[in-house]
């Protein structure tokens, strides 16, 4: 008996050892479109994740990318971007234009502008996207301004990128 207790313990505890870790993280790319004098940003977040956020920060219970999707979509999408995403060029925050947003298997990609953007010197982002559910989170930003392509991982106690041209 005690030689089955004992591989019993040990099969247990090697199961326990091996548990899965899910990572948390989303895809910034930003572009400035000096033709257009645009700023272009597209997101890329879970569906699962921010599903997850908005049921913690609503307290209510959402279906995102199905048919039981709430109507009023695209405004709580909207209200949750702004309030936790932000550029600012040249020290000025930036008024960001929600075009929409489409579904990719698994993950929910948004649409965003700023308009009348001419010369940058300095670009400030802040990204706290799924923060409040996640505290891993990661949010990737990949930057094309004035030629200059430029990488940052951003995560909870670091969600500010701050770049001079």
């Known amino acids: 008996m005690n030689i089955i207790s004992t591989k019993i313990l040990i099969y247990l505890f090697a199961l326990s050892s091996f548990s899965i870790h899910k990572y948390y993280i989303s895809i910034t790319h930003i572009k400035h479109v000096p033709k257009q004098e645009t700023i272009q940003v597209i997101l890329r ?3 699962d994740d921010l599903q ?3 049921h913690q920060l609503n307290q209510s219970k959402i279906e995102l990318g199905t048919n039981r ?3 009023n979509i695209d405004f709580i999408y909207e209200e949750y971007i702004n309030d936790n995403f932000s550029i600012n060029i040249n020290k000025k925050k930036q008024n960001l234009t929600y075009l929409g947003k489409s579904y990719t298997d698994d993950m ?11 010369d940058i010197k300095e670009l400030k982002i802040v990204n706290n996207i799924l923060y409040s559910s996640f505290p891993e ?3 990737i930003v990949k930057v ?6 430029k990488s940052y991982i951003l ?4 969600s500010i990128a701050l770049i001079n041209y």
């Not at 995560?155 to 670091?158: A, D, R, S």
């Open 45 to 47: 977040v879970f569906i």
């Open 108 to 118: 929910v990609v948004f649409y965003i502008e700023i308009i009348n953007v001419k």
């Open 137 to 139: 989170q990661e949010n």
């Open 52 to 54: 997850e956020e908005l």
């Open 69 to 71: 999707e709430p109507k």
């Open 144 to 149: 094309n301004i004035n030629n200059q392509h």
């Open 155 to 158: 995560y909870k106690n670091h």
